[in-house]
């Protein structure tokens, strides 16, 4: 079983940055590949970043060249280092494996870019 808990999220003018971090429990953590969605209200939750179990990653277009997605698997935890940020930036940030596991979406973190 893994629990999934993120953190990191705030309040940031446009421009700004914020890294997100997503801490993990159990063993089986390294074995999956992981993954960051978010999700504003009224729509559905979209994928932003992967990043396999050897640390190859994959990006959404609009995330291409500002987030950066990065895990140490000695620690559990998965980051999303996010700049340049935009107001369509904001959200609620999830992490997950990738696929998806139901049993495993957590709290997620907001993020909002205003200024």
């Known amino acids: 079983q893994v629990q999934l808990v993120e953190s990191g999220g705030g309040l940031v003018q446009p421009g700004g940055s914020l890294r997100l971090s997503c801490a993990a429990s159990g063993s089986i953590f390294k074995s999956l590949r992981m993954a960051w969605y978010r999700q504003v209200p009224g729509k559905e939750r979209d994928l932003v970043a992967t990043i396999t179990q050897g640390g190859s990653t994959y990006y959404a277009d609009a995330m291409k060249g500002r987030f950066t997605i990065s895990r140490d698997n000695a620690k559990n935890t998965v980051y999303l280092q996010m700049n340049s940020l935009q107001p369509e930036d904001t959200a609620v940030y999830y992490c997950?494996?990738?696929?998806?596991?139901?049993?495993?979406w957590g709290q997620g973190t907001q993020v909002t870019v205003s200024s």
């Open positions: 997950n494996a990738n696929p998806a596991m139901l049993r495993y």
